[in-house]
Nanobody, 122 residues
Framework: EVRLVESGGDLVQPGDSLRLSCAAS????????MSWVRQAPGKEPEWVAA????????RYKESVKGRFAISRDNAKDTLYLQMNDLKPEDTAVYFC???????????????WGQGTQVTVYS
């Protein structure tokens, strides 16, 4: 069974940092591109960051550039998202997905995890 399990979400204050993890199982993680997607309350999911299978190609949503860093450890079958200088607008459920482009309109592409909640409050 293909499975992605996110963890690391928390309730934090503006300016704080968090590191999210996504543990993969049931597929050959090192051969898949991966990404992070988030969904704020009452809003559509939005792509946040993506990394290719070898970690050589990385892309970010403009609003998180310079604050977030996506990375992966293929030996541990784990994807990460380091989030620094968090802002209230970063509040959302964060999902990992095994695709470089996990959204096509409103349609999900690839397998997604169940998500982890990040809340930034002031």
């Amino acid at each position: 069974e293909v499975r992605l399990v996110e963890s690391g979400g928390d309730l934090v204050q503006p300016g704080d940092s968090l590191r999210l993890s996504c543990a993969a199982s049931g597929f050959t993680f090192k051969t898949y591109d991966m990404s992070w997607v988030r969904q704020a309350p009452g809003k559509e999911p939005e792509w946040v960051a993506a990394i290719n299978s070898h970690g050589a190609q990385i892309r970010y949503k403009e609003s998180v550039k310079g604050r977030f860093a996506i990375s992966r450890d293929n030996a541990k079958d784990t994807l990460y998202l380091q989030m620094n200088d968090l802002k209230p607008e970063d509040t959302a459920v964060y999902f990992c997905a095994n695709s470089f482009i996990p959204l096509a309109g409103r349609s999900r592409i690839g397998v997604w995890g169940q998500g982890t909640q990040v809340t930034v409050y002031s």
